[in-house]
């Protein structure tokens, strides 16, 4: 999560009950694995002493802020959010490096073309028999 991130402010009254999802990313921050992914991210922990809510704030590699409602926000949700738009950020950097445009648009007449499926074939024997001159009985069936 943190290689998607060149900071991460945390803020919390001690003392507020809603601080949970605050602890728990910053508890997910320190994970040996999060550092080892961006040792450089600065993660920084602002312990409040007013009645200002839990907040995360966060500043991805290419520089965009956003701040998450920790009060309302579990920090796996939080994590989630993180995780995919670092993957749309890694996206775009692809795009870019390959020297296409970015963002992609498809244009309308592409999206009104029917989809035509997809042809697959399956075809199997299937036999059950019984030893020592039993009864033997065999079928084949496909799907097409």
Known sequence: MLKFLSKVKIEFNALDPRIASCMEFLAQCNAPKAKESNPSCQVQVKRRTD????????????????????????????????????QYLETEQMFREAGEKWPVIIPDEELKQPFLGIKFGLCSRVGVGVGNGGAVAESEFSIR
Do not use: C, W
């Open 51 to 86: 009645d200002h809510p839990p907040q995360i704030s966060v500043t991805f590699v290419n520089g965009v802020e956003q701040t998450y409602d920790a009060t309302t926000t579990p920090a796996q949700n939080i994590r989630t959010m993180i995780l995919e738009k670092g």
